[in-house]
């Protein structure tokens, strides 16, 4: 079968996807006009009808979708079909606020654990694998949808949920796992137990992870290489449109190829709505081009990233994105100055400290301040005060130069930065408390 899990479609050519992109876009409007009063409504105000859809060129006529149209909407009113053909809800991890909840039928399970199963075969997998699953199970898509796709590939599947790194060890070990689903995050944590348990990267059998839920950067991606021994693939997707899954890595690792069959993306400035070409940066909005339960047409996301068309070495047609630089409500500014996490991340990989780190924002006599702490390897941890103070001051002259503002680095003892399980906390930013 190569190293497609649908080949036909996964290397489908430009002019067939936009032929069954079209086709799709077409009868899922009018599927949402009849059955979504909720949307239909929005395009009366905007003055569309189906009719006026005859292929993805006229997308742009229609309304965008939000988080808050999904709050307001909340449970059942973007809901696409009767309830007696939904068989599954799942929900949001609540990282921004209230959490979101989206209906499947059988057929949008099938088309999610498809879109799984396409990453684990991009990742390496095959029947022979073992397939081990530490994502959340339950109402979070992480679980759930890496358990299908591993199934649809034949993979025997360890669902161990998320947590309890001392059993994930030992069924790795015991039951020699060679794929490993998870947070980034909780890939590092898994990782430095490993570690400090004394084994080697060549003890495990692990050949490739496959991580996503979070942003992470390119050097955390080479600490996961490196502590585990393997190839890590980065996974994205959201509840909104299924879970994990809408795009995923080829062995080329330049970003996510998108599965553009079922999901239509689109970026758009955040400011203007305005559709941006190929290679801008901007905003994600997906349209869900065949989904029943939850169809949500020209949703934002809120996630920053960059689409590309470049050919693929690895043969796969579908559109890439970037890896999302973060979410748009994920920025942070301080001092008028526009600051990702993922920055800082890469800076301290860089500098050769660890993942683990809080990023605490305040605003005291009316100015911002931004404290990091960043927790020390037991290899680097020191006694000697002016050691530390000697770190302290590069490492914020190294975060000067990046971000252009200087914030207050403290470096903390090994194992004292609370470790993630599931999506990591990142920014405590107590200027919301205040407002
Ligand atoms: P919540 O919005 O409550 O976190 P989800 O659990 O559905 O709900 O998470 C979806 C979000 O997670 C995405 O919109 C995106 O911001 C983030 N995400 C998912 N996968 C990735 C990834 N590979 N890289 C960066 N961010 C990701
Ligand atoms: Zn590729």
Redesign the pocket.
């Known amino acids: 079968m190569g190293r497609y899990y649908q080949p036909e479609i996964e290397t489908a050519s430009r002019e067939k996807l936009t032929e069954i992109q079209n086709e799709k876009i077409v009868k899922q409007v009018k599927h949402v006009w009849d059955n979504v009063p909720y949307y239909r409504n929005l395009m009366e105000q905007k003055g569309v009808t189906p009719d006026d859809i005859k292929g993805i060129a006229d997308l742009h006529k229609l309304p965008f979708l939000t988080k808050a149209d999904l709050r307001d909407a909340y449970p059942y009113g973007l809901l696409g079909t009767d309830l007696k053909n939904c068989v599954r809800i799942q929900s949001?991890?609540?990282?921004?606020g209230k959490?979101?909840v989206a209906f499947y039928t059988q057929k949008d399970i099938d088309l999610w654990e498809e879109c799984c199963a396409r990453a684990i075969v991009a990742a390496g997998g095959t029947e022979e694998d073992v397939c081990q699953v530490c994502y959340g199970y339950g109402l979070?898509?992480?679980g759930p949808g890496l358990n299908g796709g591993s199934h649809k590939v034949g993979c025997l599947t360890l669902p161990m949920s998320s947590g309890n790194t001392e059993r994930q060890i030992q069924f790795m070990m015991d039951l020699g796992s060679t794929i490993i689903c998870c947070t980034p995050s909780y890939a590092a944590y898994i990782g430095e137990t490993l570690r400090d348990m004394g084994y080697k990267p060549e003890d495990n059998k692990l050949k490739a992870g496959i991580?996503?839920?979070?942003?992470?950067t390119e050097e955390m991606r080479h600490e996961i290489e490196k502590l585990l021994g393997i190839k890590a693939y980065?996974?994205?997707?959201?509840?909104?449109t299924t879970?994990?899954g809408v795009s995923f890595e080829c062995e080329e690792q330049t970003g996510?190829h998108i599965n553009e069959d079922h999901f239509y993306p689109e970026i758009i400035n955040p400011e203007t709505g305005e559709v941006l070409p190929d290679g801008e940066l901007g905003e994600l909005v997906f349209t869900s081009l065949d989904k029943e339960g939850f169809p949500l047409l020209r949703y934002r996301?809120?996630?920053l990233c960059v689409l590309s068309k470049k050919k693929c070495s690895c043969g796969r047609t579908h559109v890439k994105m970037s890896?999302?630089k973060?979410?748009s409500d994920?920025m942070l500014i301080i001092r008028g100055v526009n600051v990702f996490p993922s920055q800082i991340e890469a800076v301290l990989l860089n500098e050769g400290y660890s993942p683990n780190y809080q990023i605490i924002v305040d605003r005291v006599n009316n100015s911002d301040t931004m404290d990091i702490n960043v927790e020390l390897a037991p290899e680097l941890f020191s006694d000697i005060v002016s050691e530390n103070v000697k770190r302290e001051k590069s490492l914020e002259s190294a975060m000067r130069t990046m971000l252009g503002i200087g914030p207050k680095v403290h470096l903390v003892a090994p194992n004292t930065i609370v470790r993630s399980e599931g999506?990591a906390v990142r920014v405590i930013d107590k200027r919301k408390l205040i407002d």
């Open positions: 949001t991890s609540g990282t921004t959490r979101v979070f898509t992480g991580f996503g839920a979070e942003p992470w980065d996974i994205y997707g959201l509840t909104e879970g994990p996510m996301t809120r996630d890896k999302p973060g979410r994920d999506k």
